[in-house]
């Protein structure tokens, strides 16, 4: 049902400028970034972006969505919205004249281009159209600062966060990182967010398992459970023990 507008307005008064999406490997981040993305290029396109009216109960997060099309309606999903305002009753995409993402890898050996400097690339991409549009860019960012030293990654994500903040862009993040979480929890131009995960009962009796609901808990910070995801792919009992001795204690402070 085709139950959303595109129109600019700057919305920064009354909620975040951006949202920082936690949670699983696999819990659906990269999916609800995507659909964030996907809304806003359908607005420019002036096609009719399939969202509908969150049910009773659903509140700020819905199924795999964005977090454009949170605070009352399902766009795929949603969570409270950052980077779209949305009425409280009907789900609502704003306008963008430029939406930059960085979404996948871009390794390019014959032009030296390693995975780490082509995101580096993309977010100066970012931060140039943030100067020139300014509440109108909506800038995507699929973990920024991996592919490299995580504290050196973490630190140059958050100084690229914080610049587009301050250049007035609209923001969508997914991350890991600790530093980006706690950055989320303290700077109110941000929104936090965790993807859900759910305790279910295994068939024979064979305990219970974590698996992601792919709804978008607002307000909430989520784990990696990077264990978990490796024990769903197989490695051996043998070498994830090892791996939690390994670990020196709890995954970071954000999470706790």
Same mark, same amino acid.
């Given at each position: 049902?085709p139950?959303?507008?595109?129109?600019?307005r700057?919305?920064?008064a009354t909620?975040?400028?951006?949202?920082?999406?936690?949670?699983?490997n696999?819990?659906?981040?990269?999916?609800?970034?995507?659909?964030?993305?996907l809304?806003?290029?359908?607005?420019?396109?002036?096609?009719?972006?399939?969202?509908?009216p969150?049910?009773?109960?659903?509140?700020?997060?819905?199924?795999?969505?964005g977090?454009?099309?949170?605070?009352?309606?399902r766009?795929g999903?949603?969570?409270?919205?950052?980077?779209?305002?949305?009425?409280a009753?009907?789900?609502?995409?704003?306008?963008?004249?430029?939406?930059?993402?960085?979404l996948?890898?871009?390794?390019?050996v014959s032009?030296g281009?390693?995975?780490?400097s082509?995101?580096?690339?993309?977010?100066?991409? #970012? @931060?140039? /159209? =943030?100067?020139?549009? $300014?509440?109108?860019?909506?800038? &995507?960012?699929?973990?920024? *600062?991996a592919?490299?030293?995580?504290?050196?990654?973490?630190a140059?994500?958050?100084?690229?966060?914080?610049?587009?903040?301050a250049?007035?862009?609209r923001?969508?993040?997914?991350?890991?990182?600790?530093?980006?979480?706690?950055?989320?929890?303290?700077?109110?131009?941000?929104q936090?967010?965790?993807?859900?995960?759910?305790?279910?009962?295994r068939?024979?009796?064979?305990?219970?398992?974590?698996?992601?609901?792919?709804?978008?808990?607002?307000?909430?910070?989520?784990?990696?459970? #990077? @264990?978990? /995801? =490796?024990?769903?792919e $197989?490695?051996?009992e043998a070498? &994830?023990?090892r791996?939690? *001795?390994?670990?020196?204690?709890?995954?970071?402070?954000?999470?706790?």
């Open positions: 049902r139950a959303c507008r595109g129109h600019v700057d919305a920064s909620r975040p400028q951006g949202l920082v999406l936690t949670g699983p696999g819990g659906g981040k990269s999916v609800a970034l995507k659909t964030v993305g809304a806003a290029l359908l607005v420019r396109c002036a096609v009719p972006v399939p969202c509908s969150a049910r009773d109960g659903e509140g700020g997060g819905g199924a795999e969505g977090a454009g099309a949170g605070g009352g309606g766009c999903g949603g969570g409270d919205g950052a980077a779209m305002a949305v009425a009753s009907s789900p609502r995409v704003d306008f963008f004249s430029a939406v930059v993402s960085d996948a890898e871009a390794q390019d032009a281009t390693s995975s780490y082509a995101h580096v690339r993309s977010c100066a991409r #970012a @931060l140039e /159209a =943030a100067g020139a549009h $300014g509440a109108s860019a909506l800038v &995507l960012l699929d973990e920024p *600062g592919s490299t030293e995580p504290a050196e990654g973490a140059v994500a958050q100084a690229v966060i914080e610049e587009l903040l250049r007035g862009a923001l969508v993040a997914t991350t890991h990182a600790s530093p980006l979480k706690l950055l989320a929890l303290r700077d109110t131009r941000l936090v967010a965790a993807m859900q995960r759910r305790r279910v009962d068939r024979n009796g064979a305990g219970a398992a974590a698996l992601p609901s792919y709804a978008i808990l607002v307000g909430a910070v989520g784990g990696s459970y #990077a @264990l978990d /995801a =490796a024990a769903r $197989g490695l051996p070498l &994830l023990a791996a939690r *001795g390994l670990l020196p204690g709890a995954e970071g402070d954000a999470d706790d």
